[in-house]
């Protein structure tokens, strides 16, 4: 073991479980990542209900191999965390973020060169925390500058046009739960009665839906986003797999269009959504079976050079 790990708990609006490592070797202070996951119920390793992928464990302890020291924290209401997962909004997301931020700020053998590292939804989490608290840097992967409403509606129509392709008596049975009307007009529909009420959380078919982080997601484009990033000014890596089902890597595009400087951007061959190699047919209706056959496939070896390389340069210029 190359590291040391602790457990701690960290004050926020509710407590924030967190798991810390710290090379072994080298003199503090270290430089710091805080590692911010994405969407749903997974924990501070990347695992959840019948789901036990280690994504964020394995990039922690990657990363300090790299020389530093790594915080992933359990989301609120997961874990050992406190707090409402249902009734916690995006800026509630983003408060323990910055807590987080405070907290490593207060640490002595941690220095001010701390970035944040975002997954997936995590990406618009850290950009947003960036502008509530200053960090040295962002590292941005599978969801710089897209907003959720938008991955959503691209998830929508990537499954309409897969099922519409989808062959035999599996495609036309497919076709009548899966159509324009249950699947897009659904999703408007969600759309509507998230920004019509100003509860935090609803029932959608008997279950209880986090209306409130829907409805602040909502407030952000695309566009508004990929601005942020821009007027932060601090070194920022993106990086998309082209075989990502969950975000399109042609939005990396829009933002490298905008010739921010310190914004640098790599499109990851033969990467998907949970950062791993994946060179089969892309497929939204299979993706969870495609996950759990991956669980214990590496990082994708180009990401780990990508990010080596950055870093070694954010190294050499902080």
Known sequence: MMYKQEEVFIQGESTIAATMTTPHDGQSPFPAIILIGGTGGLDRDGNGTGFKSNLYKDLAEWLTTQGFITLRFDKRGIGKSGGNRNSVGLTGLVDDVTAVVRYLKSRDHISQDI???GHSE??????LAAERESVSGLILLSGAGVALKTSMQEQAHALLDEVKRTKGIKGKLLRVSLNEKSVIGKQQKLFERVTATDQDTMRIQLMKFPAK?????????????????????????AMTGDRDVQTDAHHLDELDALHAEQIEVQKIKDM????????????ILDVKKQYRSQLRQPLH?????QLHEWLERHNRTS
Do not use: N, Y
């Not at 995590?122 to 950009?127: D, E, H, L, Q, R």
């Not at 998907?272 to 497929?283: C, V, Y």
């Open 213 to 237: 982080w829907l409805r602040e997601h909502l407030a952000f484009t695309d566009e508004s986003l990929r601005e942020r990033l821009v007027q932060l000014h601090i070194p920022t890596l």
């Open 272 to 283: 998907d959504h949970m950062l791993k190699h994946f060179d089969g047919e892309m497929s």
């Open 115 to 117: 970035l944040l590292l």
């Open 301 to 305: 070896p180009e990401l780990q050079h």
């Open 122 to 127: 995590g990406c618009i989490v850290a950009t």
